[in-house]
């Protein structure tokens, strides 16, 4: 079973709004009850006609990259997922390594109505891996959607996990970025930073620099000193240079669809075509209810 998981599924929430709705209508059963049942229908089922015409747009819209040659800005990945630097995530309920997990326990109460208890996610990073290149992923803030999930009841208490595992092939829309080390390593702030580090340890500055031992530096052993931090500095600078390039997907700083889900594009894109279509004859079907409503006597 599909299981929308960082931000509620849209359509799924506003289906079981828009059955309650229903019900209040039934419940009140005169035409002003109707009325406003129908017309709060009409406008959840425009709201996430919207929101699902969104996502299907921007899924079509947005073409496949890979890692080594994404674009900076908004693009759309499919790779393998692997934990970040072998970091083990162990999910909360089951206690089994994960790629990210979310969890919900759920306690049973007046009427059988069930009432969270205790919900959470991780906000671990973790890779995808393309034939090109790895990408880290941040899963905050995304919107996940993934096949893993499990439901079981024990007693009065209900509890239900989602996940992403190792190996899962892992679809990531969202805004890509490239953290080269070297470009963005600032010799001037290091050499302060390291400067500043030293003077916190007078002793040991001393130790190191004051060669004629009068308890002071005078400028030459200064200058020595600075001299022996740039080297600390370059030493860094090169160090920085072997290093490769970082690439990052997290969430869209302009507001965009951050998504991530274990489910192939073109199911994903199958699913939101048929929501849209769903809410769109919802809505038409409640105004047609409200006229009909109106024109009653």
């Known amino acids: 079973m599909l299981a929308k998981i960082r931000r509620e599924y849209a359509q799924l929430i506003t289906s079981g709004g828009q059955l309650v709705l229903l ?17 709060m229908m009409a406008l959840i089922s425009l709201i996430a006609w919207m929101s699902a015409l969104r996502r299907l747009r921007l899924i079509n819209a947005t073409p496949t990259s890979k890692v080594s040659s994404a674009a900076q800005g908004y693009v759309e990945l499919i ?35 069930w009432n969270t208890i205790d919900h959470g996610e991780s906000k671990n990073l973790f890779s995808l891996h393309d034939d090109s290149g790895t990408c880290v992923v941040d899963p905050e803030h995304a919107e996940i959607i993934t096949k893993h999930r499990d439901r079981w009841t024990t007693g009065n208490y209900r509890y239900t996990e989602w996940k992403l595992i190792h190996h899962d092939s892992i679809y990531a829309l969202g805004e890509f970025r490239t953290h080269n080390v070297a470009a963005e390593f600032d010799q001037r702030a290091e050499l302060n930073n390291l400067l500043a580090d030293w003077k916190r340890d007078m002793p040991e500055l001393h130790a190191r620099f004051d060669l004629d031992e009068d308890g002071e530096l005078d400028m030459k052993e200064w200058m020595l000193a600075r001299s022996a931090a740039r080297r600390e500095v370059s030493k860094k600078m090169q160090v920085a240079h ?40 919802i809505f038409f079907g409640a105004l047609v209810g409200c006229g009909w409503m109106m024109q009653a006597t």
Not at 79 to 87: I, Q, S
Not at 252 to 271: T, V
Not at 272 to 280: D, P, R
């Open 23 to 39: 019900f209040v209508g039934f419940k009140l059963d005169s035409r002003e009850g109707w009325l406003g049942s129908l017309s």
């Open 79 to 113: 790779g393998t997922g692997k934990p970040y630097e072998e970091a083990l995530l162990i999910s909360k309920l089951r206690v089994l390594p994960c790629l990210w997990y979310r969890y919900k326990v759920e306690q049973r109460g007046h009427k059988n109505k």
């Open 242 to 281: 072997t290093q490769s390039d970082v690439h990052i997907m997290g969430q869209p700083r302009d507001g965009k669809l951050y998504l991530l889900s274990n489910i192939a594009p073109n199911k994903l894109s199958r699913r939101y075509l048929f929501w849209s279509w769903a809410h769109l004859l």
